[in-house]
């Protein structure tokens, strides 16, 4: 896995500016980053930054893409995490997210198939007949209960 996000699902206006657009060039990004454009060339041919290109292979940044080079250089400058150890680190860190998604989307669609199983157990149950009597079980003993039919008494 490189620093990459995942790609954005649903809708989406070619106009609309998030934080994954992709808008700065690499001067930009290195000034905004604090970093030299050669760190960044260096860390997008480790896989560390990746960052979306034009038609032309120019670099472009995204908002992402520059925090995301921000938490390499203070990993590495701060914590003197090598870029080896970095770069696992992002992929780790990608994967959670991927699994929290995931989890998230698990966790809708068991919410949703036991909204429809308490929906049609109501359905079941509105469909009983009325008219019949619930069977409780009888306890069983070992008493033995002899029947004598009465006599009939003459006159």
Not at 71 to 88: P, Y
Request: charged content about 25%.
């Amino acid at each position: 896995m490189d620093g990459r996000r995942p790609p954005r699902r649903g809708g989406f206006s070619p106009y609309e500016l998030t934080e994954d657009t992709p808008v700065y060039v690499i001067s930009v990004a290195a000034q905004l980053s604090g970093l030299h454009p050669q760190t960044l060339r260096q860390y997008d041919r480790l896989g560390l930054v990746s960052p979306d290109r034009t038609a032309g292979r120019g670099r472009r940044y995204s908002a992402r893409d520059i925090e995301l080079l921000r938490q390499v250089q203070q990993l590495s400058q701060d914590e003197g995490i090598n870029l080896a150890g970095i770069k696992r680190i992002i992929e780790l860190e990608n994967q959670v997210a991927a699994l929290q998604a995931r989890l998230a989307e698990m966790q809708d669609a068991l919410d949703g198939a036991a909204t429809a199983m308490r929906q049609r157990e109501a359905a079941v149950h509105a469909s009983y007949r009325r008219d019949l009597v619930p069977y409780q079980e009888v306890q069983q003993t070992s008493a033995l209960v002899v029947w004598r039919p009465k006599r009939q008494q003459s006159d």
